[in-house]
T-cell receptor
Framework: QQQVKQSPQSLIVQKGGISIINCAYE??????FPWYQQFPGKGPALLIA?????SEKKEGRFTISFNKSAKQFSLHIMDSQPGDSATYFC??????????????FGKGTLLTVNP | DADVTQTPRNRITKTGKRIMLECSQT?????MYWYRQDPGLGLQLIYY???????NKGEISDGYSVSRQAQAKFSLSLESAIPNQTALYFC????????????FGPGTRLTVL
């Protein structure tokens, strides 16, 4: 059972455009929602994250929008650049006991930004 | 991330062979993870370890085993490799407390013929 659904699977955007990637979840036990960015030949790396008590978090050109009631969150990349071309994973964290947590990842979105 | 290293980076093997993938970290983190990445399937958790004596199965542990030799080392073994284990394998670490951000190694590309 996939607990975090991510869409689209791939996305092509022109330079300067806005890239939007969406994720949805069902488990209300999730308490933290990070996004990871993966360049070809590299491991994923944390890009930006949000807690469910806020509706938006912005870091430079990257913004997470969070809708707790709809159990959805999305990544917006403003003024998309060719250097943003990468695979993006949303994730959700839940406590498994004590101070231990586990991340569940979406299936990823391959973003291509054309010059 | 240079603080998390994986060996080998690439490996081609034959069906039925035993394979070990190794992960080492210098971040001092107590938590380590093994993931498998297949196109269109994202990152699937194979095994995770919250400390040296605490090892847990993930979503897709069948056909795999792990060993946590020390806080800094976490190895993944394929006892008898099969072609559908051809994938990109990532090791990750995280620190107890805080946001539990995971730091990934560069990956091992495994091909089973």
């Amino acid at each position: 059972q996939q607990q975090v659904k991510q869409s689209p699977q791939s996305l092509i955007v022109q330079k300067g455009g806005i890239s939007i990637i969406n994720c949805a979840y069902e488990n209300t036990a999730f308490d933290y929602f990070p996004w990871y960015q993966q360049f070809p030949g590299k491991g994923p790396a944390l890009l930006i994250a949000i807690r469910p008590d806020v509706s938006e978090k912005k870091e430079g050109r990257f913004t997470i929008s969070f809708n707790k009631s709809a159990k959805q969150f999305s990544l917006h990349i403003m003024d998309s650049q060719p250097g943003d071309s990468a695979t993006y994973f949303c994730a959700a964290r839940r406590r498994t006991g004590g101070s231990n947590y586990k991340l569940t990842f979406g299936k990823g979105t391959l973003l291509t930004v054309n010059p | 991330d240079a603080d998390v290293t994986q060996t080998p980076r690439n490996r081609i093997t034959k069906t039925g062979k035993r394979i070990m993938l190794e992960c080492s970290q210098t971040k001092g983190h107590d938590r380590m993870y093994w993931y498998r990445q297949d196109p269109g399937l994202g990152l699937q958790l194979i095994y995770y370890s919250f400390d040296v004596k605490d090892i847990n199965k993930g979503e897709i542990s069948d056909g795999y085993s792990v060993s946590r030799q020390a806080q800094a080392k976490f190895s993944l073994s394929l006892e008898s490799a099969i072609p559908n284990q051809t994938a990109l394998y990532f090791c990750a670490t995280s620190e107890r407390g805080g946001t539990d951000t995971q730091y990934f190694g560069p990956g091992t590309r495994l091909t089973v013929l």
